[in-house]
């Protein structure tokens, strides 16, 4: 594993307030220390980390860059079909290799700088002038290419999610996620062929561990989105429970549709986000069919670390988290169609996009609210935050009245952090 250079030791940077998983030190949100052991601890660490979608490279030597953390990759279908993950970083003086985000034909990865070229398995293959210029100059007789490769990582799919790893520690994906979770992957995908209909790139004020936390959440939704409740397309009084890995790092959130039987804390005007005499002009943005067996209608799986696949209604997809230092981070939300759907059916994914990313009318509260959370601590960070919603502990429970999901959030930070 790598090693946070010039910082302090994690125990001398974070210290818990209690040995259980119910307090968060405010101070771990803007510790330029801490962030940089989150880098080497959890995301070059032994996790699996989205990378990208196997229907953003089709083809043979299609690419598409994104990021682990703060480390930029180049995800590559290498001649042969398999997918490669490269550091998109030239190991001559550390220039980005690939600058466009996406493309296709790539055999190779020239960099820009010096023209140090690599082949899509991260070898390095050509030097400029590496022989001189008439007999004069050049790299010496010793010098070692193979010694100079890209680092590469693991890299392992399930049901066409591309999931990367820099560790050799890192268990395997499936064992990785644990069987509840991959089976409800498996539910979710079932095997189809998925194309992109929409992405969003959402830039927001506020550490990556916020946005986690809110997408772990469990019972703000129809306490902060007024759509959700008033349009009773998600209330903690519908059936619906969390249930997780055996490790405890992994959640899944789930209500289920046509079983709220109401209950008083949603009667009008007792909250906030309840407004009786409301209703939507045009109720085809909330037309809806029952894709699964199990009539779950609402769906956010949250895995370690910054990974959410998302099933609102029919609007499926993904959520990624990119690291931009303590007081920032970008949320890259892709949503999906299937192959084998129907054009009406594709109509009402495209339709019921509006419910997300950065506009959504269900989740825009949520790309302000992790704003609102980091500019309330600045000048407390001795203080700490309060999960103690439904216990101490982080495993799976039978309704979403709990922060359970946020302590095991922290359960795997503290596993990986070592503190
Ligand atoms: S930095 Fe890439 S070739 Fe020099
Ligand atoms: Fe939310």
Not at 62 to 69: E, I
Not at 216 to 227: N, Y
Not at 237 to 250: C, K, L, T, V
Not at 310 to 334: D, F, H, K
């Amino acid at each position: 594993m790598a090693q946070a250079i010039g910082v302090r030791p994690v125990s001398e940077l974070i210290r818990w307030p209690t040995d259980d998983l119910s307090r968060i030190p405010l101070h771990i949100y803007g510790d330029p220390e801490i962030y940089a052991w989150e880098q080497d601890r959890i995301f070059r660490g032994p996790t699996w980390n989205f990378l990208s979608l196997e229907c953003e490279i089709p083809k043979p030597n299609d690419y598409v860059l994104t990021k682990v953390g703060d480390t930029p990759v180049i995800v590559v279908r290498t001649a042969e079909g398999g997918i490669n993950a490269l550091v998109n970083r030239c190991t001559h003086k550390g220039s980005v290799l690939c600058y466009d985000s996406r493309g296709e034909g790539k055999r190779t990865f020239v960099c820009p700088y010096h023209a140090w070229s690599f082949d899509q398995s991260g070898e390095l293959r050509g030097i400029a002038f590496e022989k001189g210029v008439g007999g004069l100059g050049g790299m010496p007789e010793g010098f070692d290419k193979s010694k100079h490769a890209l680092t590469r990582l693991r890299v392992e799919v399930i049901e066409g999610l591309v999931f990367g790893t820099f560790s050799e520690a890192t268990p395997p994906l499936e064992q990785y996620l644990g069987e509840p979770m991959v089976a409800h992957i498996r539910r979710t995908i079932r095997g189809r062929k998925m194309q992109i209909i929409g992405r969003y790139n959402h830039i927001m004020p506020n550490n990556w561990k916020l946005y986690i936390e809110n997408s772990r959440d469990t019972h703000h939704p129809s306490l902060l989105h007024a759509f959700f409740a008033t349009f009773k397309l998600n209330r903690l009084s519908a059936e619906g429970g969390i249930r997780h890995d055996p490790a405890n790092w992994h959640h899944l959130v789930f209500a289920k549709r046509l079983t709220d039987q109401g209950h008083e804390e949603y009667s009008p005007g007792k909250l906030r986000t309840m407004k009786s005499d409301f209703g939507l002009n045009d109720p085809s943005l909330i037309a809806q069919w029952m894709e699964f067996d199990d009539n779950i209608t609402n769906a956010l799986q949250s895995i370690m670390p910054g990974f959410v696949l998302q099933q609102i209604l029919n609007s499926v997809g993904t959520r990624q988290i990119i690291t931009r230092g303590t007081g920032e981070c970008e949320l890259i939300w892709t949503v999906v169609s299937f192959e084998e759907d129907t054009p009406e059916q594709r109509a009402i994914r495209i339709k019921q996009s509006n419910l997300v990313g950065p506009h959504g009318y269900i989740s825009m509260e949520d790309g302000a609210i992790g704003g609102f959370v980091q500019q309330g601590i600045k000048g407390d960070r001795d203080k700490q935050a309060v999960v103690e919603m439904g216990g101490l502990t982080a495993d799976g429970q039978p309704t979403r009245a709990t922060e359970t999901s946020v302590r095991g959030f922290y359960k795997a930070y503290r596993e990986l952090m070592g503190n």
